[in-house]
C-alpha cells in the first residue's frame, strides 16, 4: 500500500489541463447568459486559466480551439501563457461551425468541402507549431440524421482518407487526439460514434494517434472505465474530456454527477499507472459552467480530479489481488470502497501547504480580489463565447 508521502508526490506530478472556452460564455441551444469578468480574447482566457493553475498548482496547461482561439500571432499567445506560469495544450479542431459542414466536414460527400476540412487541420498543426503543442484533438459533427441519407460505409472510407492526409502532415513528436461521441448533432447516426470506430481510424493512421475519452460521450449505464482499461490494454488511451453528466453531453463540473464513477476510472488509470506524466495521457477538461461562477467552477473540478487521484492511489493493491485471487468476492470489494470511503482532503491540504499554496484553492482565489479586478476591467468590449 502506498504511503501518504507515496500519494502526495503522484497527486503533485499531476496535471490537468483546463479548456480555454470553460471562462468564456456558454449555455444551452435556449439561452447563453453571461456573467462579470468574462474574457473578451484569449489572450484573457489564458490569464484565467493561469489563475485555476495558481491556487491548485496542478492546472499547467490550457487547451486552445481553433476558430475560437484564433490570434493573429499564436507565439505571443504561448509567450503570454508562459508568462503567467501556463502552456498551451492541446489544439482542438473545429469543423462544425461553418455552413459548408451542413451535410458534414471530413466525411462530407462534396470532395472540396472535405478537403477544406484537411485545410484547417493543417492550419491548426501549424498552430501547433507556433505554440509548442504536442496533440491536434479532433472531434466530428458527422453523422446523420436520417436512414438512407448518406452511405455509412462510404462515409467511412471519406473519413478515412481525410484522417489520413491530416495525420501525413504532422510532425515527428505531434499526435492526433480522436475523439468520440454516441449522438447530437447527429440523431441517426454519428460518424464517430464509440471508442471502437475511434480506435478503429486509430489503428489504421499509426502509433502516434490515439483516442479520447469524453465522459460525457455515452449512453446512459456504460460502464466507462472498462472502455479505459481497454484503450490502455490497447496503448491508446490518449485523453480524457473529463466532465460529468446526468442525461446528455451536460458538461458540468467533472465528479457532480457521479464522484464515485470518477474514482472507479482513476482506479483503472493508476492499476497501469498511467497517472503518471510518462504516460501521456493527457487528463483534459471539456466543461461549459453556465450558471456558475466559471474560474472557482474549474478549480473545484480540478480538486474533484485531486480526491478521486489520492483515493485511487491510496487503494490496497496487494489486499486487493489477494481477495481477488482466493474468490473473496466480498473482500475485494471492500478494499475498493475503503478507499474511495477515506475522506483524503486533510492529506491534500497537507500537500497544498507543502507546495506553498493555500489549502482551500477556492477560499483563496474568492479572497484575492481577481474576480472584483476583471469585472471592472473587463466591462467594455465583446464577451468571448462559442462563435469564432
Ligand atoms: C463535443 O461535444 C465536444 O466534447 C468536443 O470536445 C468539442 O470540441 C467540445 O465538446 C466543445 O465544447
Ligand atoms: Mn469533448
Not at 210 to 233: C, K, Q, S, W
Request: glycine share 6%; charged share 25%.
Amino acid at each position: 500500500m502506498r504511503t501518504r508521502d507515496e500519494v502526495k508526490a503522484a497527486v503533485r506530478a499531476l496535471g490537468v489541463e483546463t479548456a480555454s472556452w470553460a471562462f468564456a460564455n456558454s449555455g444551452t441551444r435556449f439561452k447563453v447568459f453571461g456573467q462579470p469578468g468574462v474574457p473578451r480574447d484569449p489572450f484573457e482566457k489564458i490569464a484565467d486559466a493561469a489563475q485555476v493553475h495558481q491556487y491548485t498548482g496542478s492546472a499547467p496547461r490550457v487547451s486552445l480551439h481553433i476558430p475560437w482561439d484564433l490570434v493573429d500571432d499564436f507565439t505571443a499567445l504561448a509567450n503570454h501563457a508562459r508568462d503567467l506560469g501556463v502552456e498551451i495544450g492541446a489544439i482542438n479542431s473545429n469543423v462544425f461551425q461553418d455552413d459548408d459542414y451542413k451535410l458534414g466536414s471530413l466525411a462530407n460527400p462534396d470532395p472540396s468541402v472535405r478537403a477544406k476540412a484537411v485545410a484547417h487541420h493543417l492550419q491548426c498543426i501549424d498552430v501547433l507549431r507556433a505554440t509548442g503543442s504536442k496533440d491536434l484533438k479532433i472531434w466530428l459533427a458527422d453523422g446523420l440524421n436520417y436512414p438512407g441519407q448518406d452511405s455509412l460505409r462510404d462515409r467511412q472510407e471519406r473519413l478515412a482518407d481525410s484522417l489520413r492526409q491530416i495525420y501525413a502532415a504532422l510532425d515527428d513528436d505531434h499526435r492526433i487526439l480522436l475523439e468520440y461521441k454516441f449522438f447530437e448533432p447527429a440523431f441517426y447516426a454519428t460518424d464517430i460514434p464509440d471508442w471502437g470506430t475511434s480506435l478503429t481510424h486509430c489503428l489504421a493512421l499509426g502509433e502516434r494517434a490515439h483516442v479520447v475519452l469524453d465522459t460525457g460521450h455515452h449512453a446512459p449505464g456504460t460502464n466507462i472505465e472498462f472502455i479505459v482499461m481497454m484503450l490502455l490494454r490497447a496503448g491508446r488511451l490518449g485523453a480524457f474530456d473529463f466532465n460529468s453528466r446526468f442525461y446528455a453531453d451536460d458538461d458540468l463540473m467533472v465528479g457532480a454527477a457521479d464522484p464515485f464513477q470518477l474514482f472507479r476510472i482513476l482506479h483503472e488509470i493508476v492499476s497501469q499507472d498511467a497517472h503518471q506524466p510518462e504516460s501521456r495521457v493527457n487528463f483534459m477538461l471539456d466543461q461549459c459552467h453556465n450558471i456558475e461562477p466559471k474560474i472557482p467552477a474549474v478549480i473545484r473540478s480540478v480538486l474533484n480530479v485531486q480526491e478521486a487521484l489520492a483515493k485511487a492511489l491510496l487503494v490496497d493493491a496487494d489486499a486487493l489481488a489477494k481477495a481477488q485471487a482466493s474468490g473473496d468476492v466480498l473482500g475485494a470489494n471492500a478494499v475498493l470502497m475503503d478507499a474511495y470511503n477515506t475522506d483524503v482532503r486533510p492529506l491534500l491540504a497537507e500537500l497544498r501547504e507543502e507546495q506553498g499554496l493555500d489549502p482551500d484553492p477556492i477560499a483563496a482565489y474568492q479572497r484575492s480580489g481577481y474576480f472584483e479586478k476583471i469585472s471592472a476591467e473587463r466591462a467594455d468590449g465583446a464577451q468571448a463565447g462559442w462563435g469564432a
